[in-house]
């Protein structure tokens, strides 16, 4: 057992490094009072002790098996239990089943391990819900390009193929009647996230699905013993192409979310979901919900900023109430529009990018913030991690502050070199 940074001033325990979570916290909490339990490998990949000296509350880094998934029911053997410690935070997409498994352990609030395990796979989170009343797009499990033909035949020449296991849109992939299968297959077998996910990190799998076309809206939920405490709903843009990479999000929804809104109800109880925070994606179908997914953790492309924009409200400390034991404090409204919306180039080597300073001063803009910069290879757009840079922009209602992030976007140009 590791007991080299358990101290009683420890209060929270983060499973897995992340920097957006652990900054939020750094805020929030006293000073040394956030332990850190991330993988051996990836606590040296990332000089995980390192960063986490610039943090005031961090107390420190135990390395365990926090993304072992079949084996995160023993994780209380590797980590001792803080003698104050309030709370357990998955810190990644690949710890939620180990946070919900150790907060089980040590008796403090937290999703439910088994459901919990059903929001990590894809395929199984349908097979949960499949008798509730949720809508689905029409799916199957599929080992090979061949049964991905026949599925893609069966339901008019298209279909999506996603992995089971990943996250931000890695993998995933739209695909037509003259798409080559035999390539497709190769992309999304091959896709993955080294920097931040380990071997056994879930089982790799693959799903095929129906193409279902319309509004994309996601809905985080904040739940708190089995009831949803809060309740925010997201519109969602995509870029164009074969992958669906997020362009841009909208807090709040056109409509309110009723519809969305009473989905989620629906996958809370289906599921069993104790404690903790759900983010769902839907797509709208002659206005019904259709789950594409959903994951047990904070979500990620700036929507936590979003709704603080909008709603006055902290996400970050509404998870840590939940997970304290108590309802969050929430505002009952958005008393304003609040957008992001994230940018891209023409794949090649960053030659200069312009414009910044004038789409800095343009009405509604809070943050520009960019990953572009001279000398800079742009990817193809094939996941979130593709995306060069963000605009986020307030208003006085959702359709003022789109336009706002529209706008300054739009002033941001990134020239770009093409290689060989």
Not at 45 to 51: F, S
Not at 151 to 173: D, M, N, W, Y
Request: some cysteine; aromatic content about 4%.
């Amino acid at each position: 057992m590791n007991t080299a940074m358990v101290n009683p001033e420890i209060t929270h325990v983060v499973l897995g490094f992340s920097v957006g979570l652990l900054n939020q916290l750094d805020r929030l909490l006293p000073a040394g009072s956030v332990l850190v339990v991330e993988e051996p490998a990836i606590c040296a990949a990332r000089d995980v002790a390192g960063q986490l000296a610039r943090l005031s509350c961090a107390a420190g880094v135990v390395a365990a098996p926090v993304q072992d998934e079949a084996n995160a029911a023993t994780l209380a053997r590797h980590v001792e239990r803080p003698a104050g410690v309030r709370a357990v935070l998955p810190g990644l997409e690949y710890t939620v089943v180990a946070a919900a498994e150790l907060a089980e352990a040590w008796g403090l609030p937290n999703g439910g391990p088994r459901a919990v395990r059903a929001f990590r796979d894809k395929s199984l989170l349908r097979e949960t819900t499949r008798c509730a009343g949720i809508g689905h797009p029409d799916w199957q499990r599929v080992d090979g390009p061949q049964e991905v033909a026949r599925f893609r035949a069966e339901h008019g020449g298209s279909c999506v193929l996603k992995p089971t296991h990943l996250q931000g849109s890695a993998g995933i992939q739209l695909l037509g009647p003259g798409d080559d299968l035999d390539e497709a297959w190769k992309r999304t077998e091959a896709a993955d996230e080294v920097h931040l996910r380990t071997a056994h990190a879930g089982s790799p799998g693959y799903v095929v699905e129906e193409w279902l076309r319309g509004p994309e809206v996601s809905v985080e939920a904040l739940v708190h013993e089995g009831r949803i405490a809060f309740l925010n709903t997201t519109e969602t843009q995509l870029f164009p192409g074969r992958h669906p990479v997020e362009r841009g999000h909208v807090v709040p929804a056109p409509d309110g979310g009723a519809a969305p809104a009473e989905a989620m109800h629906a996958l809370v109880a289906a599921t069993g979901f104790r404690s903790g925070i759900l983010h769902a994606e839907w797509i709208l179908r002659d206005g019904r919900p259709h789950l594409l997914e959903c994951a047990a953790r904070l979500p990620g492309d700036y929507i936590p900023f979003l709704i603080a924009l909008a709603w006055d409200s902290d996400l970050i400390r509404g998870l840590v109430d939940v997970l304290e034991g108590r309802p969050p404090t929430m505002a009952p409204a958005p008393v304003r529009g609040a957008a992001v919306r994230f940018l891209d180039a023409a794949p090649g080597s960053v030659r200069e990018v312009r414009g910044l300073d004038a789409a800095r001063e343009l009405p509604g803009v809070v943050e520009i913030w960019m990953s572009a910069e001279p000398g800079r290879s742009v990817e193809p757009m094939t996941s979130s991690w593709s995306r060069v840079g963000e605009v986020v922009a307030v208003g006085s209602d959702r359709e003022a502050a789109a336009a706002h992030a529209l706008a300054a976007a739009a002033a941001v140009h990134i020239v770009t070199t093409a290689l060989g």
